[in-house]
């Protein structure tokens, strides 16, 4: 009995996605996007957006076929236009000018901005500039989390679970992220800038 090479196996055919199913995918990886270059959690943003925060999550689970209404919502939370939450991937080369990447205020005279405004797996880094005699509260994070602070400019007092740390110009502080922390401007009369870089835990692990 002659034999022959089998052929092509044709039990498995490559389905493509359907046109919903890959804007549902844009959706989801814009807006992981966009509200990691915001340093926002779901909570915060869905807080903003008037929306559970379950909403939020399905939305960046790429399963998710939302309304009008919600992506109005979202999409005003996030300030952009709701064809940015929709679009297509972009070109591996993008310029973003400073409105887009934006700057948000915390504390008490502390502005932060990202320093990558896409998002870095497992990383968030920005620049925080202190105004004299700035301060804020830190956000703790998930065991196993590493923050490092880098002082660029001036000096900047770090408090960690309760103990001080003078850092001056060129100065860099490492700290577990899921201890209690706070950034202070010692100087009442000059400003302050430093980098943030935080290396997140992986939940579950």
């Known amino acids: 009995m002659n034999e022959h090479p089998p052929g092509p196996q044709a039990d498995n055919p490559v389905v493509e996605p359907t046109e919903a199913e890959r804007v549902?995918?844009?959706l989801a990886r814009n807006l992981t996007s966009l509200r990691h270059a915001r340093r926002l959690t779901q909570d915060s943003l869905a807080a903003s957006a008037g929306l559970p925060r379950s909403t939020i999550a399905n939305l960046e689970s790429g399963d998710a076929n939302p309304s009008l209404a919600v992506l109005v919502k979202v999409a005003g939370a996030l300030q952009v236009p709701?064809?940015?939450?929709?679009?297509?991937?972009?070109?591996k080369v993008r310029r973003w000018s400073a409105s887009d990447v934006g700057v948000r205020q915390r504390g008490r005279g502390i502005s932060e901005r990202p320093l990558v405004p896409e998002p870095v797996p497992d990383q968030m880094c920005s620049l925080m500039d202190?105004?004299?005699a700035g301060v804020m509260g830190g956000t703790p994070h998930l065991p196993g989390t590493r923050e490092f602070f880098t002082c660029l400019a001036g000096r900047v007092n770090l408090f960690v679970a309760g103990d001080r740390y003078e850092l001056d110009t060129g100065d860099v502080l490492a700290f577990p992220g899921n201890l209690p922390h706070s950034y202070q401007n010692p100087d009442a009369s000059a400003p302050a800038r430093g980098i943030s870089l935080v290396v997140l835990a992986k939940a579950g692990v």
């Not at 709701?82 to 070109?91: G, M, Q, Y």
């Open 24 to 26: 549902g995918m844009h």
């Open 82 to 91: 709701i064809d940015e939450l929709l679009a297509a991937p972009r070109a």
């Open 130 to 132: 202190f105004a004299p």
